[in-house]
């Protein structure tokens, strides 16, 4: 069960981190805007978001930058 809790946290964590990034991503970009995002463009901006959270994480393991389940420390 302490597996699958922290499998389900990690995708959780993926979820926001990489879901509020992509909202951000798309509020403050600079530029022209004539008119409010709709519900589409922020679901899909958390989308991207999320997966490019993701395929970072793994991208950063598979090449050695970190290993899974350690914290950034400096």
Same mark, same amino acid.
């Given at each position: 069960?302490?597996?699958?809790?922290?499998?389900?946290?990690?995708?959780?964590?993926?979820?926001?981190?990489g879901?509020?990034?992509?909202?951000?991503?798309l509020?403050? =970009?600079? /530029? $022209?805007?004539?008119?409010?995002?709709?519900?589409? *463009?922020? %679901?899909?901006?958390?989308?991207?978001?999320?997966?490019s959270?993701?395929?970072?994480? =793994?991208? /950063? $393991?598979?090449?050695?930058?970190?290993?899974?389940? *350690?914290? %950034?420390?400096?």
């Open positions: 069960m302490a597996s699958t809790m922290g499998v389900a946290m990690g995708f959780l964590a993926f979820l926001v981190i879901g509020l990034t992509g909202v951000f991503a509020v403050f =970009y600079p /530029g $022209q805007r004539k008119f409010k995002p709709k519900a589409k *463009k922020f %679901l899909m901006a958390a989308l991207i978001g999320f997966i959270a993701l395929a970072s994480s =793994y991208l /950063g $393991q598979f090449i050695g930058l970190f290993q899974s389940g *350690k914290m %950034l420390s400096g």
